[in-house]
Nanobody
Framework: QDRLVESGGDSVQAGGSLKLSCVGS????????MAWFRQAPGKEREGVAS????????KYADSVKGRFTISRDDTRNTLYLQMDKVQLEDTAMYYC???????????????????????WGQGTQVTVSS
């Protein structure tokens, strides 16, 4: 059975750093495209960053470009999100998700759209304080 387990969420001060992890099991991790999403109370789930299989191609939401870095270690079946210079607005529950990789062109269009994903982890909470 496919499973995604996130960890690393914590309380952090604005301007600080945090690294999230997501371990996948029950499927061939390296073959899938992966992504991070987040959802704040009362808001829709939004795409944060995504990574194509192989790890060489990534995509970021404008709100996190230059601050967050997505990466993957296929030898450890693990997806990462390095969060630097965090802001109050980054407070949310963070989820990882997996998708069968389409062509790169289609992936570039849909990889940050939550409705394109069927498999999600349980989430890890990130709280940024001033």
């Amino acid at each position: 059975q496919d499973r995604l387990v996130e960890s690393g969420g914590d309380s952090v001060q604005a301007g600080g750093s945090l690294k999230l992890s997501c371990v996948g099991s029950g499927y061939t991790f390296s073959s899938y495209c992966m992504a991070w999403f987040r959802q704040a109370p009362g808001k829709e789930r939004e795409g944060v960053a995504s990574i194509y299989h192989g790890g060489g191609v990534t995509k970021y939401a404008d709100s996190v470009k230059g601050r967050f870095t997505i990466s993957r270690d296929d030898t450890r079946n693990t997806l990462y999100l390095q969060m630097d210079k965090v802001q109050l607005e980054d407070t949310a529950m963070y989820y990882c998700a997996k998708d069968v990789c389409p062509t790169q062109t289609l992936w570039n269009w849909r990889s940050l759209r939550a409705r394109e994903y069927n498999y999600w982890g349980q989430g890890t909470q990130v709280t940024v304080s001033s």
